[in-house]
């Protein structure tokens, strides 16, 4: 099985909109790339809240 890891840029949780929707881009593009290879995982994690708590950033 191969595992994928995401970018640590990669910041789903942030309280800007321009970098929560490159992440999301980033995701997208990633699991597309998965999709080409059978038996695999992503590893990822979603993110810092940049200071917004980790409440408003769980909504996101």
Known sequence: MKQWDA?????????KPETRANALDMLKQ????MEQV????YNFHPGSHTGQ?????NKR
Request: with cysteine; glycine share 4%.
């Open 7 to 15: 970018s640590y840029t990669m910041n789903l949780c942030s309280a």
């Open 30 to 33: 990633d699991l597309q790339r």
């Open 38 to 41: 059978p038996n695999q995982y």
């Open 53 to 57: 708590g980790s409440e408003a950033s």
